[in-house]
């Protein structure tokens, strides 16, 4: 199974789990663009996909 994880800049704080791929744009609208730990603004177009094998 593919997963990801949405992951904020300034504080590291997992913002959104993903089961299922989809875009970050639409990840981040269920937070309203915003970190729901330290309230850093999310810009989708800041965002960049990182693959690792767990």
Partial sequence: ???ADVVCGKCGSVVYKMRMLKSVKDALRATNNRCPVCGA???PG????AVSKR
Avoid at 46 to 49: A, H, K, L
Wanted: hydrophobic letters at 60%; charged letters at 10%.
């Fill in 1 to 3: 199974m593919l997963s």
């Fill in 46 to 49: 800041d965002f960049t996909v």
């Fill in 41 to 43: 603004a999310l810009n």
